[in-house]
């Protein structure tokens, strides 16, 4: 159909084409088909045929020396007029063009938005890009002024000085300021991820230097807040305990200022640092007087582990609710082995004054043992004879400046804590014997455990007759030195040898003593 003065004028063999206006599709071959020509000149240089097909041309010269192509959209006044070779475009203006004479697939809008890409039907989705205020975007959204480079790529402003949300071509943001740089605001429901660092402008912020200027009466000329005040550590102590946070640190529920709350922490740091300081002078003060001054605490204290590196007195009781562990110079064993008579133990670390020790056999033994050679590094356990399995011994050694030595008269003396002589025999009683006998059949004696070293004269005691008749069997017999004491519970247990070992002793002698429980 042809409305117009040479509307369609060549199109001998087309179909389906609509011209309106004079030259309307002028020049069209005739295999051009399915185009639509309104306005003067509209669509008039179409002239290659089939290609040039299914196009749309309205407006003055629209699409006016278009000479191959198809699938082409223009609406306004000289729209796409320098168009000559293209397919699948999109004009939309008052004499607006495509991008290039041979665009193809591109959508430009009033020379402001320009796209690319097009050229998909139905409802796929084209794979293109678009630009604001740049023809030839390279981002799937790319906005740009015209003149100048990327600048400000989104602004929502009350007024053109005045910005309400911008985004700059640096990519920074600003939220309430036309030149956003350090300081952003932002509400978000979720979590911020930052990778950089959170500025703050410096006129806004201030670093609590003012607690050192107040400590040091100020020699810096510092601004001191007028509520600001270090307490001493006992009044920091007392407010501890009575409020349970820091002075000043208080849990706020809302909105927390991460700016303030890292002046508050770097102030409460300052002000230990300046506590530590404080401590320190303290321990040089002590230190320079011979560690002697006793620290008193009239307090109750709780402690998950309490060290204390020299003497601790207490003057009260302890209570111990749990184990009491001691050191590997308190408590211990030693073995002596089949064929050996001894074994010596040495202290890691010597005791001031000479221990009091003592030592229990873990199992019967023939004859006697003592504890000889006793210093204040170390003592010896020596047995009478041989035996006939290994001897493991537990042995405890304690030390006390204030050690007493009771006497069997009622009177109370000062312990010589000092090792005296070599030798201190531990010697089993008769009664002691019978009741070993009597419950295993061995010929082994336990011997007494506990000991206390003291320095005392030894009396040679009298050889008393046999038992006369009528004495019950097993009761205790006082043996001389070279007699033998043996078992009364009957034939099948042998005699156990209680006789001292080959050394005499007079009335001057001086030997340690353990006394029997």
Known sequence: MAVGYDALLYAEEGSWNTAIGTFALENTLPAAFANTALGYGAGRGNATGYSNSSS??????????IRTGSKN??????TADSLTTGSGNIVIGYDIDTPAANSDNTLTIGNIIFANGLGNTGTTVATGTVGVGIAAPTAKFHISRSTGGIEKLFQVGTTTTTDIFSVNSNGRVGVGTSTPWEAMEFAVAGDIVVTGNVYKSATAYVNPDYVFAKYF?????????????????????????????????????GVVDIFEANRLNLEKIEELSLYI?????????????????????AQ???YSKLTVRDKAIFEGDIIVEDHIYFNKDA?????????ATEVEIRFDKGYEYSPIVTATPNEFIEGQYKITEKTND????????????????DWHAFASPEAKLFVSDGSVEEIQLSVSNEQLIIEASQEQVSEASSEQPATELEAVEGSITQEITAEEPAAEPPPADGQVAGEATEAGPDEEITSTEGDDHP???????????????????????
Do not use: C
Not at 56 to 65: F, L
Not at 73 to 78: Q, R, V
Not at 282 to 291: A, M, Y
Not at 378 to 393: R, S
């Open 56 to 65: 749309t041309w309205v407006g003055y010269q629209s699409g006016y020396n």
């Open 73 to 78: 959209i223009t609406l306004g006044y000289k």
């Open 217 to 253: 009466n100020n020699p810096y000329n510092e601004i001191i807040p007028d509520d600001y005040q270090m307490l001493s550590l006992d009044d920091l102590g007392l407010y501890i305990q009575e409020h349970n946070h820091l002075p000043g640190v208080e849990m706020k529920s």
């Open 277 to 297: 300081l404080e401590i320190n002078n303290r321990i040089k003060v002590f230190e320079e007087q011979g560690g002697e001054e006793e620290i008193e605490m």
């Open 300 to 302: 109750d204290y709780q």
């Open 331 to 339: 408590v211990g064993q030693a073995k002596i082995l089949v064929g």
């Open 378 to 393: 170390g003592f010896k356990i020596v047995l009478e004879k041989k035996q006939f399995l290994d001897i493991v011994f």
């Open 495 to 517: 005699a156990i040898e209680a006789e001292m070992l080959n050394e005499s002793f007079d009335e001057s002698t001086e030997i340690e003593a353990v006394p029997t429980e």
